[in-house]
């Protein structure tokens, strides 16, 4: 049994390396089913599970880190949306975005009102973290998990869904676009403004310069981590303001709720400047992100997550509903299936996804996924807060 913390800390990112280089390296077709940060958070629940670490012992490390380095990789992942270049998608893509994720949040809400008694009074919790990764990724989702004070064990519940759920939904839209000509014909759409959106896109993305220097790496983790730290004090400056404002807690809104609002938007800002064109922000955020799952992992056991088929069964209502829907926007709209697939996994799949949906249409539409995507950074957070807090009132 691990006693000591860095011994703890050092065996989890280990861990996280070994299954992200296995990927890479044996390309194993196992790895698009469960991808390796939701393997890493299985495992790591195994390792627990068995007393793999002394929960007390380590608990000192564990504290130390988490938030801090949340805070920071929120920040570093935030770093490549460009509002500028997002904008330049066009209103049917970006219409066709934001009608993914309303769908998905109702798909959300549906659901919890018909299955709280089975999943809970408290399920609304895990859920809207969910759907904070649902509608951005797993970054937005341990970000929602810090907002919402979300127990390791009930986030176990969100990466079953996460992993068994999205890899079905992810086969089901490959196969769905073999009938993508039925599919415009029936909803009368016409794909010549994305023909020309995606040619302006993919010329501006060959011209960026995106070569990685040690400089730049070192200047963004210590921005980063420096973000982070003011972050949580700003934020708990202004949770201590708006109590005596109004005289009592916001009902809604704590210091780590302010925090995660503070660094997106400081981390927006900052995206439009110079900064944001430094390369190797999505590399540090991924490494950072794979730490927080670890981390996350390490604290939940998998004799608590005794309910899990309920909730894969959930998983699928969401996304019944949300297909639906979409499917319906789409005829009354004309949008073409295009739009509304990338889309749909633009939130659902993030950057790892939705540019292999796009590319399956066609190589030149990358560029589009990788910005519907980041889309999803943007809004995953406070849509995911705000989701569970209209959840909430089914409870």
Known sequence: MITNGFTYI???????????????ITKWKFFKFIPPVVLLYLLTMLLCTV?????????????????NILYAMLCLMLLRCDIRKVLKLGPRMLGGFFAASISIAIGFIATYAIMHGVLGSEAWKALGALCGSWMGGSGNMVAVQQALHISEADMGYALVIDSIDYSVWVMFLLWAITFAPQFNKWAKASTTTLDEVCARLEKEMQEEDKHMTFPGLLFLVGGALLVSALSQNAGN??????????GGNTP??????????VVTVVALVVAVTPIGKIAGAAELSNVMLYIVIALLASRASLLEMTDAPVWIISGFMILAIHGIILVIIAKIFKLDM??????SLANIGGTASAPVLAASYSGALVPVGVL????????????GILTANIMRLFA
């Open 10 to 24: 050092a065996v989890l990112v280990f861990l996280a390396g070994i299954l992200v280089g296995a990927e890479k």
């Open 51 to 67: 007393g793999a670490w002394d929960m007390e012992a380590t608990k000192g490390a564990y504290s130390a880190l988490k938030n």
């Open 237 to 246: 400056a202004i949770f201590e303001w708006t109590k005596t404002l109004i």
């Open 252 to 261: 809604w809104i704590d210091s780590a709720t302010w925090t995660v609002l």
């Open 338 to 343: 295009f739009t509304c697939g990338v889309a």
């Open 372 to 383: 519907m995507a980041l889309m999803g950074y943007i809004i995953g957070t406070g849509g």
